[in-house]
């Protein structure tokens, strides 16, 4: 990380952001200036009518770069006391803010992260809602290539110095992500802290069971199968604590509506009596239901691909014995590298369009439905080679291999005067399931760690060398784009510049990539119980090089709020539960040693495989309930925190209620005058005029006159027991 | 239903309840007199401190009747301000009780059910919490047999009289409960009724099957799954409906402390800083792992004794032929109908002892871990013995039934000079569980009909027969415990000796019948497809026989709230869910007609039972979410009150917000000036003297002084792009 400072090139000035709140890159395409010009004009006015001061500047090559800073303190401070009041009313915020606005917001200042995600809203958000409505890349604002906000340097560097040098992430850090790059992204580092924390178990169990128990245990799969219940169950709860901590409970139900929603009708809402665009929900479940083609298309084309790559390698690695063997051993090896990349991401993109049909109301509903997509593909791309292997290949493999003989017949065709080809008998390779999972434990993810950390900067730093050159050879024509920056804004613009070129930080990227991580623990570790180390190992790095990808390779990121990481619970989930099935299955196959079944099925007994599994998944089901159970009984700060607000919030509420109560209270004084029904000279005449009008009252209140007050009624129930007394006495004789 | 005047003997007065709310009645056995009349003075006071009339009357032999009414209607309006505040607080409900007591008692006035259950509150909790403290049969109060509330005779008759012509029961039927008998009991009743309605469909498909399809369809058994998750479904939802609609969304958080709960110390609360009594939850945890011993007991036993009857039957039905085999085979029938009771009562009181042990704080929390185990109980006594005959006896008969000689030994015994006993060969009986299944859904539902509902009645009717005789006997020599009643009360004293002598209404009998009900129709009936049509018919009867044993053969429960069925809402899960797996393994097992295997395993291929059982299970899994995501997307009437009730809420704490929010908003106005620095001659003269002192403020100020509002902006914009524009010519040459 030494290199960090001359990463960021610094020239005095391009560590400060000159207040800028957000850029506004700006294109213009040679071609239909006059359009850019005219949207130009639209997006300043529409800036400063909702109070921006705007400064504009040359961009890179056919780019304006627009600087955004709200105009006025009080008016950002209306927008902050606005949310904050919303948040209350959806019950995010246990109290209201408080009306005298200035000493308010001394007590809860406003952190970065909430001024810039407030900004952001107020230039996205539609007219209507006295926002800009500018929607980058779309509609009237297509020449708006993006709206972000300046990387504030001197921390990025302290922090990622700091890091280097740390073990693990505390609460403090979280709460510094979260200040700078909201919620959003600090709900991901949280869950990478715990779950890498929680991988020292498996690590240090995994390696204790690599070296006494080897592989394929019953114990490690079982320990393994209640580590991962237990890691789920305490992360469901750790998100709960965490959004309480931060604030964030329950943000989820302030939903962001999505600008590309069509309504396919408007009705009146029976509630608020407005009129709200709506979208029949049965039309969307119609649509969902393309789910499922969806799926068994991913299937169809990744599996076929894959089981015929895995059937060729089989076929050259364990059959094939002719000429230039090794070199075609790598052809499959190829075939997946080259394919595999192409084809998911044609299928992502299928996803995407089948979610934008799904046509959802808000980002969430939006992003968690793409989500589920995308870990389709991702659980075949990432698991189905494996289970190949475990599952069809080990059992079935002598079954099968004759079948490849049409690679054989192929073959021939193309070998001189179709002699046949040089093969070896067939024989299972006991070594391929291992050799397979620690390839994808460990080489997989070394590479990834190449490909998504240290590439992009290796680019960067190559581009800008590039650029280096561009700009002199430039400035002597002055400036990017043939004007001159004034001598003390020049370095700053140039950082500007440089930062308009990253790429948008997605976190859900590293999502995915923890929980296909978490999947092969589940699924898998049983095979070489050594998982749970690398992953460790990768883990500490993938937190720093995560945060050197937000730091420095990419845009700096909106600050959203969260109040958990979303869909990939879910993901979770199924995947722990799946480990239950796959490593009973496991086990049970390899019960005898690493070789297991020499491909012929003939050797299991199926209905004990299957029994088994019956009997793992269900212990695991009950398992779970009783982890959640028991996890839920333990207290936890956030919720104590929650507890705490509500109770003082009750106490407020009630203690303005109580004087009243009070006064209805003693109307009732206690003592045995309580009860006792006032007899005042008044009563008494009355009485007596009853009587002498009609008999005596009706038997009801006679009823209730006959002992005045409790004395009585003691008195009188004396009576009556000394009486019963009396009456047994007399029996008795 | 013609004799229900003559069930209530209404001699006049005996409709009137005299204003009383709650009647206490005092026992006083000839031993303790002494303690007992302490007592009662002190049992007096309390009532009369906390602001009750009392009176006093004798009760039968050796009780007394202390009756209570609340002595002020102010303070009964106090309480119910005070309680509706605490509903407030705890988000039951979703506006603060208006101040003006008056005025709001009008708006939402106090149904008699708040009445009763306040009033009881009163009498029941501690001294410490304002009530008098006074717990039946526990502790110093150990003479207090009963507190209840009088019938209201003229609303119970008009109730059942309206029912017993009704086909359902509607929204108004269920309100008038509710105001009667509490939200609890009213949950009641709305399940059973939304059962039965569901009902109607598995009756009529079941007929269809029946007729069409056969037994052991698996397309039934398919459609009676997906039913039941619907209906389980459908449920939930309602429930959450229902309780939104009756405005008790959320009681179960407003727990009623456990009188008899024992705290192992004492800690500082947290959160509320009071010290607060506390159980540590891991002794309880601990406790609780006592469920395990329980159930295998529970199973040992129980299950034991059927088996062992089950095998006594098989040996004497179809293998003994000797003499006196039609009276011996009754022998196991009268076995269990006389040891099932007696063991399931020793069970159940086992059961009640480690609830106790277990602990819990609240009164809830203590009943569904009853309930708990209570189930387990009833799982294996309903269930069990159909098990064994559908998954023992059908598919190991052959194999098991040589064991039996074991009888036939010891027959021999017994038998002169021990010669062998004439026997026959074994043939499995294939309608055994058609039988057992036809005996369980039909016959022992009409059993348990006469049992619960005829009986108690005919049992009243001949004692208050006796009594009269009795009473009458009595009167020469004056009163039941030998004092005369007043003419005008006698009446009423006598209804109130009676209600006093009935049992408590215990609304779990009910949910339990009508839970293992439930299970049968999930589990067993593919075997009997009639099944729903028993049950509809049973049930129709059920609903009226319920509220006749309400109104006439037990005390007027205390009217509790609930908001949900509670934990009888997961027994019902489990049952649907265990269903799709019996379902699929009968349906596999007798595939080829209602023979099946005929008692030899060898024909079952068990991996293929697995497979489907794993199969149907699964696939059980995933519909039950579909149903859940897909009748969740439905709107609800309930829910949309709510929704309704949250924006108004919002829409008021908005306003009140708002007014200040503008004032804020409008400092930047909009228009080009908004954003616009507002360029004074002060400001002006201000930057001369800056640059006259040190040479031109910081960067930061002159970056954003270049361009003085949009305008400018927009100029410079301008300028650029044609800039651009003139390079991108200057270049194309």
Redesign the interface.
């Known amino acids: 990380m030494a290199s960090l400072s001359n990463l960021y090139r610094d020239e005095p000035?391009s560590e400060?952001r000159?207040?800028v709140d957000y850029v506004i890159h700006y294109k213009?395409p040679?071609t239909e200036?006059a359009e850019?010009?005219a949207a130009?004009?639209q997006l300043?006015?529409a800036?400063?009518?909702?109070?921006?001061?705007?400064?504009?500047r040359?961009g890179k090559t056919?780019s304006?770069l627009?600087?955004a800073?709200i105009?006025?303190d009080?008016?950002l401070?209306?927008q902050v006391?606005?949310y904050r009041?919303q948040d209350?009313?959806?019950g995010v915020r246990s109290s209201?803010?408080n009306?005298d606005?200035e000493q308010y917001l001394r007590d809860e200042p406003v952190s970065e992260a909430e001024r810039l995600r407030l900004t952001y809203l107020l230039i996205t958000k539609p007219k209507a809602e006295g926002g800009a409505g500018i929607t980058p890349q779309t509609g009237r604002w297509k020449y708006v290539d993006a709206v972000f906000p300046l990387h504030d340097h001197a921390f990025n560097k302290a922090w990622i110095k700091r890091w280097s040098t740390k073990s693990a992430l505390d609460e403090a850090d979280l709460a510094e992500i979260r200040d700078r790059f909201g919620e959003k992204v600090a709900f991901y580092f949280a869950f990478l802290q715990s779950y890498s924390t929680f991988l020292l178990f498996p690590a240090a169990f995994g390696l204790g069971a690599w070296l006494l128990l080897g592989q394929f245990s019953w114990f490690y799969a079982l320990v393994n199968c209640l580590w991962s219940v237990v890691f789920f169950e305490h992360w469901k709860l750790k998100e709960a604590d965490l959004a309480v901590q931060w604030g964030v409970r329950g943000v989820s139900k302030i939903q962001l509506p999505r600008p590309q929603f069509v309504a396919d009708g408007e009705k009146q809402d029976?509630?608020?009596g407005e009129t709200v665009k709506v979208y029949s929900?049965f039309k969307r479940?119609a649509r969902q239901l393309l789910q499922v083609p969806f799926a068994l298309v991913c299937v169809l084309i990744l599996g076929g691909l894959i089981a015929s790559c895995f059937a060729i390698e089989i076929f050259l690695s364990e059959i094939y014995d002719g000429p230039f063997k090794q070199y075609l051993t790598l052809l499959p090896t190829v075939l997946l590298t080259v394919l595999i990349p192409v084809l998911s991401s044609f299928l992502t993109g299928l996803a995407t369009r089948l979610t934008h049909l799904e046509n959802y109301e808000t980002q969430d509903a939006h992003a968690a439905a793409f989500v589920q997509k995308v870990f389709v593909l991702n659980f075949i791309t990432s698991y189905l080679p494996i289970f190949l292997t475990a599952f069809v290949y080990v059992p079935f493999g002598k079954m099968l291999v004759p079948y490849l003989d049409v690679f054989q017949l192929t073959a021939q065709r193309f070998t001189a005067e179709g002699k046949s080809i040089p093969t070896k008998e067939f024989e299972i390779n006991p070594d391929r399931l291992t050799k397979q999972v620690i390839y994808f434990t460990v080489t997989a993810q070394i590479v990834n760690f190449f490909l998504e950390a240290v590439l992009p900067i290796v680019k960067r730093k190559a581009t800008s060398v590039v650029q280096d050159v561009h700009t002199e050879m430039k400035t002597q024509k002055g400036g990017p784009?043939?004007?001159t920056d004034?001598p003390?804004?020049a370095a700053?613009l140039n950082r500007v510049r440089q930062e308009a070129e990253l790429e948008d930080y997605d976190v859900t990227i590293d999502y995915r990539e923890m929980v296909v991580q978490f999947g092969y623990l589940a699924l898998f570790s049983v095979v070489w119980p050594l998982t749970g180390c690398s992953f460790l190992v990768n883990n500490w790095i993938e937190a720093r090089s995560d945060a050197v990808k937000i730091a420095m390779s990419s845009k700096r990121p909106i600050p959203w709020r969260a109040d958990s990481i979303g869909p990939w619970l879910n993901c979770l989930g199924f995947l722990s539960w799946l480990g239950s099935i796959t490593s009973a299955a496991l086990v049970f196959l390899f019960r005898d040693g690493r070789h297991g079944p020499d491909g012929s099925p003939s050797g299991i007994r199926?209905?004990a495989?299957?029994?088994s599994?019956?009997f793992a998944e269900h212990a695991y089901l009950v398992v779970q309930r009783v982890v959640h159970y028991?996890l839920g009984?333990?207290d936890r700060p956030g919720l104590?925190k929650e507890?705490?607000e509500r109770?003082s919030m009750?106490k407020r509420?009630?203690e303005e209620?109580q004087g009243?109560?009070l006064a209805?209270?003693e109307?009732?004084g206690?003592?045995?005058s309580?009860?006792?029904?006032q007899i005042t000279r008044e009563m008494l005449e009355e009485e007596a005029r009853r009587e002498s009008i009609h008999g005596h009252g009706s038997?009801?209140e006679?009823?209730?006159e006959?002992?005045r007050?409790?004395a009585d009624?003691?008195e009188?129930?004396?009576q009556?027991?000394s009486?019963?007394?009396a009456?047994?006495n007399t029996t008795k004789q």
Chains 1, 2 share one sequence.
Do not use: C, N
């Open positions: 000035g400060s000159f207040g213009i040679p200036r850019a010009e130009f004009v300043i006015q800036l400063s009518d909702v109070g921006f001061s705007t400064e504009v040359p056919d304006l627009v600087f800073k105009a006025s009080r008016h401070h209306a006391y606005r009041i209350w009313l959806y209201a803010p009306k606005l029976p509630v608020t929900p479940l784009s043939g004007l004034d003390d804004e700053f199926s209905w495989l299957l029994l599994i019956l028991v009984k333990l104590q507890r705490a109770f009750r509420l009630l209620a009243q109560e209805r209270k109307v009732t206690p003592g045995l309580g009860g006792e029904k038997p009801e006679r009823f209730w006959r002992q007050g409790a009624t003691i009188i129930g004396r009556l027991i009486e019963l007394a009456k047994q």
